[in-house]
């Protein structure tokens, strides 16, 4: 990532290249380290609240896209679902998977171009995990595709979207450009020995109409947006006092390649 990339305001890095993105420099210097941020404290609850409202079981199989250090796939697998996790950065997948617990497990993989067909019985995208983060060209929508081509039909889909109403409402260092619904921020991030560099973040950036809309684009049922923050998942109405919205939904049925 080179040091003027995206200065200007509302540029957006063209990260269209499937197999690469602007976001893995900054897994590669964060490291193990990324599981400092606060916001990645309430795995459990998270974890206990989707497992609800998908009603997953143990023996169910779920596809984590955009899994980081694993820290979700982690705590599904202890409760004896099978997970399996992809992320595009291979410094976030070696560091799952040194330490995966038995039932999980990580590879490489660009969450725009999956290659599942109708093998989970759930998924989660969770913490701007993919989805949010592949805003060139509206790849966003190839995210949700992707998902619900991994899905069997009726399968669950648990994904949380940064909150646009919040955005605008009470980021003041950052900049919103209103016609992409991209967010862009300069910040700090520190690796495991606390050096720190400056990088950009680009987040795209969600309404609930916006996001029913995507979901039944793709052959979602949207059953409830919520609004929530990190480790406080609930469901409940979709407000602008949230960093973001939880979105469940459920695959609906489509006719795949050799079925009539």
């Known amino acids: 990532m080179g040091p003027d990339m995206g200065r200007s305001e509302g540029v957006v890095p063209m990260s269209s290249e499937v197999g690469s993105h602007w976001f893995e420099p900054m897994a590669d210097h964060m490291g193990s380290a990324y599981l400092r941020y606060s916001f990645t404290k309430g795995t459990v609850q998270e974890v206990d609240h989707i497992i609800s409202m998908l009603d997953l079981k143990p023996g169910m199989r779920v596809l984590d896209v955009g899994c980081g250090p694993g820290r979700h796939a982690y ?17 976030f997948v070696d560091l799952a998977s040194d330490a995966a617990p038995k039932g999980a497990t990580f590879e490489r993989m660009d969450a725009r171009a999956l290659t599942f067909d109708a093998e989970f019985d759930a998924a989660v995208c969770l913490c701007q995990g993919a989805f949010g983060l592949m805003t060139a060209n509206g790849q966003d929508v190839d995210v949700l595709k992707g998902i619900r081509r991994a899905l069997k039909d009726g399968g669950g889909l648990a994904l949380s979207a940064f909150n646009a109403y919040f955005v605008v409402k009470y980021f003041e260092q950052a900049t ?54 990190p480790g406080g998942y609930v469901e409940g109405p979709a407000t602008t006092e949230s960093s973001e919205f939880l979105v469940v939904a459920f695959a609906t049925p489509v006719r795949r390649m050799g079925t009539r």
């Open 75 to 91: 705590e599904f697998a202890r409760r004896g679902i099978s997970v399996h996790g992809i992320d595009i950065s291979q410094t």
């Open 176 to 229: 919103f450009d209103a016609g992409s619904g991209v967010n862009h921020e300069v910040t700090e991030i520190r690796n495991q020995a606390g050096e720190s560099q400056t990088v950009d973040l680009w987040t795209g950036c969600y309404t609930p109409r916006e996001l029913r809309l995507m979901l039944s684009a793709c052959d979602f049922e949207p059953h409830s947006i919520s609004s929530v923050d």
